[in-house]
C-alpha cells in the first residue's frame, strides 16, 4: 500500500482530528459518569441500592427525590405562611382582650384582670370618655409593642 506524500499527509491529519475528538469524547463521559455516580451518593439511604446500580435508575431515582423534595418545600411555605396568618390573628385577639379589660376597669366592673366583683359605686365617667382613654391606652400599647417587636426581631 503505497500512497503518496500527500495522501499521507492527508491520512495523518485525517487522524489525528478523529484521535483529538476522541480524546475529547471521552472526556465528556467520564465527566457525564462522574456526575451521575455522584447524584446517586446524593440519594437518601430510604432508596433502595439496586437503582443505585445502573445511570438510568440513578436519574430516575433523582429526579423522583427532586420531585418530593419540591412538594416538601411547598408543604413548608404552605405552613409558614398559616403560621404567620395565626400569629397575626392571636395578636389581634389579645388586643382586643386588652381593649376590653381596659373598659371593664374604667367602667369601675372590676379591679383587676383576675378580680370580677363589681364595684358599689356606679362610674360617672361618660362612654365617649372612656373610649378615648381606652384609645389613647391603646395606641400607647401598639407603640411599645412595635419597639419591643423590632428590638426582638429586626426587619432585614
Known amino acids: 500500500m503505497f500512497m503518496s506524500v500527500e495522501e499521507e499527509e492527508s491520512w495523518r491529519k485525517s487522524r489525528r482530528r478523529k484521535d483529538n475528538h476522541n480524546i475529547i469524547e471521552r472526556r465528556r463521559r467520564y465527566n457525564i459518569n462522574d456526575r451521575i455516580k455522584e447524584l446517586g451518593s446524593l440519594l437518601p439511604p430510604s432508596v433502595p441500592s439496586d437503582l443505585k ?38 395578636q389581634k385577639l389579645l388586643f382586643r382582650i386588652f381593649q376590653l379589660e381596659l373598659k371593664l376597669k374604667l367602667y369601675g366592673l372590676i379591679e383587676d384582670s383576675n378580680d370580677f366583683r363589681t364595684k358599689k359605686k356606679k362610674s360617672k365617667k361618660r362612654f365617649t370618655d372612656i373610649e ?4 389613647g391606652l391603646c395606641k400607647q400599647n401598639i407603640n411599645q409593642g412595635l419597639l419591643i417587636k423590632e428590638k426582638i426581631m429586626p426587619k432585614k
Request: proline share 0%.
Open 132 to 135: 378615648a382613654v381606652v384609645e
Open 53 to 90: 446500580q445502573n445511570k438510568g435508575s440513578i436519574l430516575k431515582a433523582t429526579v423522583e427525590y427532586i420531585k418530593e423534595l419540591k412538594r416538601d418545600q411547598q408543604k413548608l411555605h404552605n405552613l409558614e405562611e398559616r403560621q404567620t396568618l395565626m400569629n397575626s390573628k392571636r
